[in-house]
């Protein structure tokens, strides 16, 4: 054992055990530890307790105060909403009625309005003209011949009563009279007929409208088998061909209000619902709903519009614009459930106006709807509900 020895001024001897000392530093390092931990301890718990508290500021532990509102259900305007395209109300091919030719004029161009009747284009009639001024001649010769034979039966009616004509030979120059009369009816029926044909080498017009398209150009041989040398729109009408659901389709009615905007303008037109298609696509559930319009020339066929049918009114819940959101998967709502948590329930919006957002599928409007803080959540979160009055 190891002994320090030492002397003090009064020569009184003090032993000091060396392994006492380190065990004593020991001790009170460990103490000292003990005590910091314990008050780091302590100020954290009060810490977390902070963060943890309703409202605080901490992070991972901040319940939000949530405002949201019980829509109920009311009774709006139902407005079907509807996308298509625009076409002619009666789009009439014009084509060649004659046996055709070569094309030696065009009268008119895709946007001329034409009468009925009018002539569109015409068609060499060179050889028809020849072939007319033949049969006309045929006609001024069986005339003559009829005017012959009649005087010649004349002449021997008169001399049958002398003696000097028979019987039989009267009948003769009778019969020939008649047969040169039929003459001249056949050579005009021929000469008539040639006329309609040379007639039908100008392509007409069959109804006043506008025309939407010309396919012919001067030059050009063209005969039955060529198709439409024109497109007509009977009267101008223009309408839209509207795709719904079988859902949507069951609400409409011929002689429904509509309101047409074509895309790309932001001008609307009133159009009226003038045929709902009897038959459903099997295959896409659809139904096509034709709404004629007066004409435009904002309205262009071929083009595509979108439709607002007003389709009566209905009983739904109605929500403030704000608390209707929509991603890539379509519109949503969050809700508020019995355990506050956060839910989204998918939706299906009818008519938006400034009252709000008619929501016809996905919600019955007695959930608790988030009014406006929906960007900020996500499904899951546990939130402090604040209830506002639905309007």
């Known amino acids: 054992m190891n002994r320090e020895s030492s002397f003090a001024s009064s020569d009184t001897l003090v032993v000091v055990d060396r392994s006492t000392r380190r065990r004593n530093i020991i001790i009170a390092v460990i103490v000292g530890i003990a005590v910091i931990v314990a008050a780091v301890m302590f100020l954290g718990g009060k810490g977390a307790d902070k963060a943890g508290a309703p409202g605080a500021g901490g992070p991972g532990g901040n319940i939000p105060t949530v405002t949201v509102v019980v829509p109920g259900r009311s009774q709006v305007a139902r407005t079907v909403t509807a996308s298509g395209a625009l076409a002619a109300h009666r789009d009439q091919p014009v084509g060649v009625a004659g046996e055709g030719g070569m094309v030696r004029a065009v009268l008119v161009d895709a946007g001329t309005w034409v009468r009925q009747g009018q002539a569109l ?39 049958v009563g002398r003696g000097f004509v028979s019987k039989a030979d009267l009948d003769r120059k009778k019969a020939a009279r008649d047969a040169a009369n039929a003459r001249i009816l056949v050579a005009e029926a021929n000469l008539n007929s040639m006329r309609a044909q040379v007639g039908r080498l100008d392509i007409r017009a069959p109804k006043s409208g506008l025309i939407l398209a010309r396919n012919v150009e001067v030059g050009q041989v063209v005969n039955p088998g060529s198709g439409a040398l024109f497109r007509l729109a009977e009267g101008g009408e223009m309408e839209m061909r509207a795709t719904l659901s079988q859902q949507d389709l069951a609400f409409i009615h011929v002689g429904m209000p509509v309101s047409v905007t074509p895309t790309g303008t932001d001008r609307s037109f009133a159009g009226r619902v003038w045929q709902v298609a009897p038959v459903i696509d099997p295959q896409s559930r659809q139904g096509e709903v034709r709404i004629s319009i007066p004409y435009d020339p904002a309205i262009r066929p071929g083009g595509f519009a979108e439709a ?51 929501v016809i599928e996905g919600i019955t409007g007695q959930e608790s709807v988030v009014l406006s803080a929906g960007p900020f959540l996500n499904p899951g979160q546990k939130v402090t509900p604040k209830r506002q009055a639905a309007r």
């Open 121 to 159: 284009a015409t068609v060499d009639r060179s050889v028809q003209s020849q072939n007319l001024n033949q049969l006309a001649a045929q006609v001024q010769v069986a005339r003559a011949d009829a005017a012959l034979a009649q005087n010649e039966y004349e002449r021997s009616e008169a001399l």
């Open 308 to 358: 607002k049918i007003e389709a009566g009114t209905t009983t739904a819940p109605l929500l403030p614009q704000s608390a209707v959101l929509s991603d890539e998967q379509g519109n949503y709502v969050y809700v508020v459930t019995a355990k506050n948590l956060i839910e989204r329930r998918n939706v299906k919006v009818g008519s938006v106006s400034d009252q709000g957002v008619t």
